[in-house]
């Protein structure tokens, strides 16, 4: 049975009380859709600043619109779709300034609340997906660099190279200090699942970085691989790609699987990706509406 609809009412301040109800919201979706309405960064900046910066709508256990920025992520708990839950939270996510919204999974039902409110389809991420039992190439070395796991005091070259390798993401490019010490603060850090790459001797500039996260003992990711603009050319994104499958697969079960996350539009990365075995199902497809 649907959800009697409840009005959506914006939050004057983040507590105990606020969060379990966007913990059950997410919990509902993720049990139908498979995918957890908050990404990442959302998820983080709530647990670590609350609503700082932030606004959110709130209709009772039915669903939430968080707008951050003008980027909105809304989500309606199952049970209350169709009641026009939806359609109120993103009126006043609107009527706030949202000017982008992101449908984790492609869900169709976002189609509909993003066309009538004049937000076209602008940007597809997709995930892509690696069976761990797959037999995996050797590393090969071109150059004289070396390949080590991350050392404390290496944080400030890591952000060197993020802020030069992603200057033109929207999200990864905005990784400062800060933000940085909060993702090494999450139970799933390890220093040896951040590998970089790095020119000879004890003060070697830093040429790359691939960042891996396992997730759980069947799920690993190829959580960020960034190099230097400077150092394109030399084979580094292979190579540093393959030194963290070869990691992730020995801490992983056999019968796990290892995902990332890729630009549609990336046709050069999408091809490393498959040919290193990777594959992609429609249904593994976020889609970013702009108005």
């Not at 990784?175 to 004890?202: C, H, I, K, Q, Y």
């Amino acid at each position: 049975m649907a959800a009697e609809p409840v009005a959506p009412v914006e939050v004057d301040a983040w507590s105990d009380e606020v969060a379990e109800a966007l913990a059950r919201i997410r919990a509902a979706c993720r049990d139908v859709d498979g995918q957890d309405p908050l990404d990442e960064a959302a998820d983080l900046g709530l647990r670590h600043h609350g609503l700082a910066g932030a606004r959110l709508w709130l209709a009772g256990s039915s669903g939430f619109a968080l707008l951050r920025g003008d980027g909105v992520d809304l989500a309606v708990a199952p049970s209350a779709r169709g009641t026009g839950v939806g359609a109120a939270l993103a009126e006043a996510a609107a009527d706030a300034g949202a000017r982008e919204a992101w449908s984790h999974g492609d869900h169709p039902g976002a189609a509909v609340l993003a066309a009538r409110h004049g937000f076209a389809r602008a940007r597809e991420l997709w995930v892509m997906r690696r069976p761990v039992a797959r037999a995996l190439p050797e590393v090969q070395r071109r150059g004289g660099h070396d390949v080590r796991e991350f050392r404390p005091g290496d944080e400030a070259e890591l952000l060197r190279i993020n802020a030069a390798a992603f200057a033109d993401h929207p999200e990864q490019g905005a990784m400062d200090a800060a933000n940085l010490a909060e993702r090494m603060g999450e139970p799933w850090f390890s220093p040896a699942g951040l590998l970089v790459a790095v020119e000879p001797g004890p003060d070697g500039v830093m040429l790359g970085f691939h960042w891996t996260k396992v997730h759980s003992a069947g799920v690993g990711e190829v959580y960020v691989v960034g190099i230097d603009p400077t150092a394109q050319g030399r084979g580094l994104g292979k190579e540093l790609t393959l030194a963290g499958l070869h990691h992730l697969a020995s801490v992983l079960d056999d019968d796990g699987e290892v995902i990332l996350y890729v630009e549609a539009d990336n046709l050069p990365a999408r091809a490393v990706y498959e040919g290193l075995g990777f594959t992609h199902a429609d249904a593994d497809t976020h889609v970013q509406y702009r108005r």
